[in-house]
């Protein structure tokens, strides 16, 4: 009977472990850079609060350089929605709706794949893991 190979060991994960990155901040940018990777398109359109609209373009530049240099393409074409705002974040005065308390959403051009980086889309998934 052959033996089976055991896999290698996860060594990014044992890395980042020894490292204690997962400990530090992010950098400004550092986020969208990593939605980036996952969405491997060459067109992205990005939504932000509106009061976040200076913060979001000032890191967009580096955000796609970061990007072409890790996945070694050329760098995307990241238009930001300025148009079409990410809802406010909730205030006690504010009547029951829709609200967003912060992020980011990445989405194709086409709008088929949707990344949300916001606090609403992480607590759901906190959420609904404890829920299981």
């Not at 060594?11 to 992010?26: D, Q, V, Y």
């Not at 009061?51 to 995307?76: C, I, T, W």
Request: glycine share 6%; aromatic share 4%; with cysteine.
């Amino acid at each position: 009977m052959p033996r089976r190979r055991r896999s290698p060991p996860n060594t990014s994960r044992e890395n980042r472990s020894r490292s204690g990155s997962r400990l530090r901040p992010r950098t400004q940018g550092e986020a969208e850079v990593e939605r980036l990777l996952r969405l491997k398109e060459p067109s992205v359109l990005l939504r932000w609060h509106k009061e976040d609209l200076h913060m979001a373009e000032s890191v967009l530049h580096s955000a796609k350089e970061q990007y072409a240099q890790k996945a070694n393409v050329h760098p995307p074409d990241i238009i930001g929605d300025n148009h079409k705002f990410l809802p406010p974040a909730p205030s006690h005065q504010d009547a029951p709706g829709t609200f967003c308390a912060g992020g980011v959403v990445l989405a194709s051009r086409v709008g088929k794949i949707v990344c949300e980086n916001t606090l609403d889309a992480c607590l759901d998934v906190v959420f609904r893991k404890e829920d299981s």
